[in-house]
């Protein structure tokens, strides 16, 4: 059974970093791409990072570049996700999403990013 | 940057009536679209791929259309599990990956 656990969420100040964690179980982690998705508190869906199979190649959204760095170690079956820089609008639920054929085929359970004085 | 537009925003329906949910996207993004079903205090769950091929154990109730800029998600008869917020969301043209802004069914 395909499983992904995201931990590593919590309260921060603004300014601060917080490192997400997403274990992954069920199958090979160094098959497939891997996303995180955000969704603030009663909003949508807001893609935030992707990384490829092996780590050499990342992508990010505009409002998180040069703050986040998605990173995996595929031995640990992990993918991480590095916040620097926190910001207020940074508040979300943060999912990791496993990729298959461009789509995002399973999700994490999300852990929760409040970012507050 | 792909614009997913989703209609309505609320769909007010009654148990075995059927749902017909639109999204549209402001380029064309081929067939490479997605449908997910999200419930309070839960993950996304994945329902349709390609516009319109079933995820693995997805009910045949439920099915999806389209290509090009023009997507609809239909479920035949509703049931009371099927009550959630559904989004599109197109992987074709990225980055950045775009999602509709969801289309909340409830009960009428």
């Known amino acids: 059974e395909v499983q992904l656990v995201e931990s590593g969420g919590g309260l921060v100040q603004p300014g601060g970093s917080l490192r997400l964690s997403c274990a992954a179980s069920?199958?090979?982690?160094?098959?497939?791409?891997m996303h995180w998705v955000r969704q603030a508190p009663g909003k949508g869906l807001v893609w935030v990072s992707r990384i490829n199979h092996d780590g050499s190649s990342t992508t990010y959204a505009d409002s998180v570049k040069g703050r986040f760095t998605i990173s995996r170690d595929n031995a640990k079956n992990t993918l991480y996700l590095q916040m620097d820089s926190l910001r207020a609008e940074d508040t979300a639920v943060y999912y990791c999403t496993r990729v298959s054929s461009g789509y995002n085929d399973y999700w994490g359970q999300g852990t929760l990013v409040t970012v507050s004085s | 940057e792909v614009v997913m537009t989703q209609s309505p925003a609320i769909l007010s329906v009654s148990p075995g009536e059927r749902a017909t949910l639109s999204c549209r996207a402001s380029q064309s993004v081929s067939t490479n679209l997605a449908w997910y079903q999200q419930k309070p205090g839960q993950a996304p769950r994945l329902l349709i791929f390609?516009?319109?091929s079933r995820a693995t154990g997805i009910p045949a109730r439920f099915s999806g259309s389209g290509s090009g800029t023009e997507f609809t998600l239909t479920i035949s008869s509703l049931q009371s599990e099927d009550f959630a917020v559904y989004y599109c969301h197109q992987y074709n043209n990225w980055p950045p990956l775009t999602f509709g802004g969801g289309t909340k069914v409830e009960i009428k």
């Open positions: 390609g516009a319109s």
């Open positions: 069920g199958f090979t982690l160094s098959n497939h791409w």
